[in-house]
T-cell receptor, first 113, second 111 residues
Framework: DAGVIQSPRHEVTEMGQEVTLRCKPISGHDYLFWYRQTMMRGLELLIYFNNNVPIDDSGMPEDRFSAKMPNASFSTLKIQPSEPRDSAVYFC???????????FGQGTRLTVV | EDQVTQSPEALRLQEGESSSLNCSYTVSGLRGLFWYRQDPGKGPEFLFTLYSAGEEKEKERLKATLTKKESFLHITAPKPEDSATYLCAVHPPPGGGKLIFGQGTTLQVKP
């Protein structure tokens, strides 16, 4: 397996624009996670899915953030409208079962100007 | 509140100089503790999983240990390629997949 695949790797957008980040988890993994990493706050869990169903979205900072998982091989994280404070690296990760290790993608570096 | 604290924040070693990184947690009923390595511009790379106090795992120059309140990542005779940020994460109860990460220790090994 190629691992967790994220796209794009880099995204620069203007404040107010819609941003969509994409993730393909490892085949057969039941859990999918979206994390955000900043210097100030480190790695924060935004939302996670189990078998395509959102389980915990308490880490989503505002209603401007939304995430979907229409099938087992694809997930999106959308920010609309984007703001400069959303600038961060966003990681997608997947794991086989509950309480097992998660494998991370290479991340999307988002810059909102 | 569940917390994970890593120390030191940064560590500089000479090649061959062994040391340890610490990860302390306040989670009760730990469901798993994980160590990751992160290189600049990349995603965290999984290293070890520990589930119970007394457990140890080894991989090349790295050895992870777990007690009831903390975990150590021992680095023996490090090489420059071991330079990276090392992250610790825990699965708090009631489980369900949620991982809480520490802030990480940035290790620099000089030749």
């Amino acid at each position: 397996d190629a691992g967790v695949i994220q796209s794009p790797r880099h995204e620069v957008t203007e404040m107010g624009q819609e941003v969509t980040l994409r993730c393909k988890p490892i085949s057969g993994h039941d859990y999918l996670f979206w994390y955000r990493q900043t210097m100030m706050r480190g790695l924060e869990l935004l939302i996670y899915f189990n078998n395509n169903v959102p389980i915990d979205d308490s880490g989503m900072p505002e209603d401007r953030f939304s995430a979907k998982m229409p099938n087992a091989s694809f997930s999106t994280l959308k920010i609309q409208p984007s703001e400069p404070r959303d600038s961060a690296v966003y990681f997608c990760a997947s794991s086989l079962w509950m309480n097992t290790e998660a494998f991370f993608g290479q991340g999307t570096r988002l810059t909102v100007v | 509140e569940d917390q994970v604290t890593q120390s030191p924040e940064a560590l500089r070693l000479q090649e061959g100089e062994s040391s340890s990184l610490n990860c302390s947690y306040t989670v009760s009923g730990l469901r798993g503790l994980f160590w990751y390595r992160q290189d600049p511009g990349k995603g965290p790379e999984f290293l070890f999983t520990l589930y119970s106090a007394g457990e140890e795992k080894e991989k090349e120059r790295l050895k992870a240990t777990l007690t009831k309140k903390e975990s150590f990542l021992h680095i023996t005779a490090p090489k420059p390629e071991d330079s990276a940020t090392y992250l610790c994460a825990v699965h708090p109860p009631p489980g369900g997949g949620k991982l809480i990460f520490g802030q990480g220790t940035t290790l620099q090994v000089k030749p």
